[in-house]
């Protein structure tokens, strides 16, 4: 179960271009009107006998389906960080591709961070890792990962892994999707494991690039496909 108080998107950097939600050939909302949902207080609704609809101890993914920062949700965005401070016994996971937005969008009692918020910072090419990465170290924020999804180039991620907990690697899904090499995703498992930082393969993308061949992967096998390869290293990590 995912938590979408709002939905809606654009593309903000070259890992949007086929975004599977807002893409030319998105199939599951295809639409970009930014508007919140009717699940928008979906943790904090209670059952006929005062019982929270969403039970507790367990990892919710937030936003998965638009971007948690979008400026068009700021005063949504309000609510939504009252919610996520009413259920303290909920990881709420948040992953972005705005998190230039961060500062400007916390809530006045944020201090150093709440402790059920995981923030995972988006990055798909150096470009962005480069730019994102620094400001993401830099916040106020008690759990962090970076998500390389969709992963379309070697990355260097060395400079930054001291200040995170965890990386997560992705390819691309959809008919135009771009490669996702192995190589790329084997030099990222090796940079996190001199750091010390557990890593994994989600899934392979559409096009998975291995032994000098590009395999064409259904959709709904990539996370199967990814874990095949027995690469992940988790160290017992709950993941979504
Ligand atoms: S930020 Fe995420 S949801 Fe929004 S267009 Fe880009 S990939 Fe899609």
Redesign the pocket.
Known sequence: MNWEPWTG?????E??EN?????PHAKRYGQNTIEKTDKYDWPIRKTAKGEYNIKGNKILPTC????FF?PEADEWRKEAWAIIKERTDIDFLI????IDRFLISLPSDWGSGYDNVNIGC?VENQKTADDRLPRFLSYPIKRRFIACAPLLENLDLTPYLHGVDHVTVGGETGRDARECDLDWVLSIREQCVKADVTFWFKNTGSFFKHDGITEKINPFKQTSRAKTLGIDILKGKKLF
């Open positions: 998107c654009y593309k903000v950097s890992g949007c975004c599977y939600f807002y893409g998965f389906a638009t971007d979008l992953l972005t591709k705005r988006t």
